[in-house]
């Protein structure tokens, strides 16, 4: 599905979060700490909109690493980094062909909700991280004031996959999204999650009225 889309993801990103999108990474960018040398893994990095951010804002990375499953994300990916020193890998986020406690920093923006197993790629992500390294995790969640919860699912179920179909021209692909964000964990759920594979200091900060969460947690 991401091979397909890949062409209008960029727009269609945008004009569907009307730009809280780019936003959002950046705040989760903020959290990654800039007073020492860094190697950081982008999962599921797609275009590389997190990938960009991040060379942008923390000269201190000096290995910036993107692994996706999808090969057309990552073809968009390469233009965009074409003057950048990045490296990117066609991979699954459950299976990272990295060595253990190898990055410093993981982040993963969009990506955790459509991996099959969210607990093995969570498993993953603790072995390739270095012992007191970060995890970021960005992904959609619900708003907890019902009047703004209701407002927002009926933008979820019925606006945004027409507008994303038609700038698309893939209109399952964005009905799967607002499926696959209403059936994930998120919150409170989603930090158990992250307890129990071993992750410690384990934060979720809603963004944006709630429609996304940054979670952090360290190894
Ligand atoms: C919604 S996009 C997010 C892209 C990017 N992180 C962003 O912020 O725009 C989700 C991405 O996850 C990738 N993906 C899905 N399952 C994956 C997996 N098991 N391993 C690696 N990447 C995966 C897709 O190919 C797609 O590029």
Redesign the pocket.
């Known amino acids: 599905m ?1 091979n397909r889309i890949a062409p209008r ?1 960029d727009l269609a ?1 945008r004009l569907l979060s009307a730009g809280r ?1 780019v936003a959002w ?1 950046k705040q989760c960018v903020r959290e990654v700490p800039e007073d020492r040398p860094l190697r950081v893994l ?6 590389a ?2 990938l960009l951010t991040l060379m942008r804002q923390r000269p201190n990375v000096n290995l910036a690493l993107g ?4 090969k057309n ?1 990552l073809a968009i990916a390469r233009r965009k980094l074409a003057d950048k020193n990045a490296r990117l890998l066609n ?4 299976n990272i062909a990295l060595r253990n406690s190898s990055v410093d920093i993981i982040t ?4 955790i909700r ?3 197993s969210v607990e093995k ?1 969570l498993q993953e992500m603790f072995r390739v991280l270095a012992a007191g390294g970060k995890l970021l995790i ?1 992904e959609f969640s619900l708003p907890p004031n019902s009047a703004m919860k209701k407002i927002y699912l009926f933008y979820f179920r019925h606006v945004l996959p027409l507008i994303g179909g038609l700038i698309s021209g893939d209109h399952g692909a964005y009905s799967y999204l607002n499926r696959t964000v209403e059936e994930f964990p998120y919150g409170e759920l989603f930090c158990q999650k992250l307890r129990s594979v071993g992750f410690m200091q384990i934060s979720a900060r809603p963004l944006t009225c709630g429609i996304a969460t940054l979670y952090s947690a360290e190894k």
């Open positions: 991401f993801y990103n999108d990474r982008d999962l599921a990095t797609g275009t909109d997190v692994l996706d499953a999808a994300m991979g699954d986020a459950q993963m923006a969009f990506g459509n991996v099959a790629a960005l």
